[in-house]
């Protein structure tokens, strides 16, 4: 299984982003995928879930109404579009795939809201 982010970048406050990850090694039909986050000196936190099987989400509170998660199950990608981002939602942001019992992380990709 791999998992490859991209779309992060520094960003300036209410801009938006759009983060991909890239999905390999297993059949995206089943499991639930998710966005994480990890801002310096911070315990890694879920941002964003969904389920592969039926497309069910949910969202952590500080980003309800802001960001939307989604995937395209033909391209095995797995989006976050973010928007009116804030100097809080600054950090690395993660992808995790749950299949069945098992955990898999990508890389992670580096998101910096600034001004």
């Known amino acids: 299984v791999q998992l490859v982010e991209s779309g992060g970048g520094l960003v300036q406050p209410g801009g938006s982003l759009r983060l991909s990850c890239a999905a390999s090694?297993?059949?995206?039909?089943?499991?639930?995928m998710s966005w994480y986050r990890q801002a310096p000196g911070k315990e890694r936190e879920l941002v964003s879930s969904i389920v592969l099987d039926g497309g069910s989400t949910n969202y952590a509170d500080s980003v309800k109404g802001r960001f939307t998660i989604d995937r395209d199950n033909a391209k095995k990608v797995v989006y976050l579009q973010m928007n009116n981002l804030k100097p809080e939602d600054t950090g690395m942001y993660y992808c995790?795939?749950?299949?069945?019992?098992?955990?898999?992380w990508g890389q992670g990709t580096q998101v910096t809201v600034s001004s």
């Open positions: 090694g297993f059949t995206f039909r089943r499991g639930t």
């Open positions: 995790r795939a749950l299949l069945l019992i098992t955990t898999y």
